[in-house]
DNA sequence: CCTAAATGCTACACGACAGTATCATTTAAG
DNA sequence: CTTAAATGATACTGTCGTGTAGCATTTAGG
């Protein structure tokens, strides 16, 4: 669980530190991407001071939460079974995963990456996993998008403006529970998008 | 075009200076939404100075920049006859104007809102404007979804998406030129995301 | 219990940026 | 041409956020 292995194995409550700044930032950060670390320790219940302790830097605490927030999508792909499941069954489980998760958060994704170089904030292992669905999706025929970066970013578009749908939303309105319906709302919109055979669920 | 008219008219060159600067902001700020003023004013070549004399504030120019943007939707709306042409057509005509306009830009219009209110940055008539798009669109029976507020989400989304997609992407093989494939595109994505019965173009 | 680690708190240095002011110079417009 | 507006350049102020340091206190862990 510890941040950086580096040094000596930290004090259980130091642990437990990084580990709230760490949810503290994913959830301010979410709301304001320019967030004050003061802001941040504050919601951790910390002083701003124990931040600095934990993260040598903001930058360094930025490249944590999105190194937890790639984690977050691995695991999810590997749950998945996206290699190996039927691929529409992979999506489905991956977009209901995506939502536990939280792992929507588009805007956390794009902290680390600097303005200049607009590199990529996912980790490559995700991007190819990702990569790997939508490729396993066309060859059977399930959507006819060739290109699997074009049906990445128009996937994770969507999840991201499921997430923001307001619960009042009519799309939003029968059968399961609330991260239910969103995935299932995404599920059915991205397999349209992409050219999926069905037009409507 | 003065951008406010509530004083003496501005001179021809003062008024060339706004629209300059207000080109340069749009220019920046879509690669970094942090910039600082004094990047803005060398992209149009003038004195950070001149910025200060034409907006008052970093807000107002913001500000000021949400309602050119605005008014390219408005425009592109007018145009593409959204309340009496026939909805799919007005979708595509649409659609061909905010990528020639390149009013995509996503990020900006999201500059003027505090992150706390959320509220959103597109204006009344804009956000009317769509949902009376859509409403239409399913009316004719072209989409399914029945939310006019989640179609207009899912369509900018995809704008955006259009927007950024590399020119080297297979997506964007045949027929017109840049523009057109991507309008082309997004076209087909946003009707099959939404429930089109056109499983493909 | 005892030691070392972790934290809270305060103060401070440093840099970045917004905004203001002044003056000389250029430029539009009558 | 003549006047007033607009600009460039420079300097200055104030604020905010990051990062550092020191000290007293609390807490984990042997």
């Not at 025929?141 to 997430?163: F, R």
């Not at 995935?183 to 059915?188: E, I, P, Q, S, V």
Request: hydrophobic share 45%.
């Amino acid at each position: 669980m510890s941040a950086a292995a580096g040094s000596r194995p930290l004090r259980a409550d130091a642990e437990r530190s990084t580990a709230r700044i760490l949810a503290a930032a994913e959830e301010v950060l979410a709301v304001d991407a320019n967030a004050t670390l003061e802001r941040i320790a504050d919601a951790a219940g910390l002083a701003r001071a124990t931040v600095h302790r934990r993260f040598s830097s903001r930058k360094a605490l930025l490249e944590a939460l999105t190194g937890v927030l790639n984690e977050r999508y691995v695991c999810g792909l590997e749950q998945a079974r996206v290699a190996t499941a039927p691929p529409i069954a992979a999506l489905y489980r991956l977009t209901e995963l995506l939502f536990e998760l939280k792992a929507g958060n588009r805007a956390i994704m794009e902290l680390t990456a600097d303005p200049a170089t607009k590199m990529t904030p996912m980790s490559p292992e995700v991007t190819a996993g990702l990569e790997l669905l939508f490729r396993r999706l066309r060859e059977a025929g399930e959507i006819t998008a060739p290109d699997p970066a074009w049906c990445c970013a128009v996937y994770l578009a969507i999840v991201h403006e499921a997430a923001q749908l307001p619960t009042s939303s009519p799309m939003l309105g029968d059968a399961a529970g609330e991260v239910g319906a969103r995935a299932d709302l995404t599920y059915r919109t991205v397999l349209g998008a992409l050219g999926g055979g069905h037009p409507h669920g």
